[in-house]
């Protein structure tokens, strides 16, 4: 049922696999920040 891993790797390009790892990563990053209180006021 469905794709199995084997596939999704083989129609994914590892370049994008890193993209995607790297911009969720600053994605939860960025909102850590914002739901920090602001320093610079």
């Known amino acids: 049922m469905g794709l199995n891993l ?3 790797l083989d129609n ?3 370049p994008e696999i890193f993209l995607f790892s790297f911009s969720t ?3 939860s990053s960025e909102s850590e920040i914002a739901n920090k209180p602001n320093d610079f006021t």
């Open 25 to 27: 990563t600053i994605l």
């Open 6 to 8: 084997k596939e999704i």
């Open 12 to 14: 994914v390009s590892y």
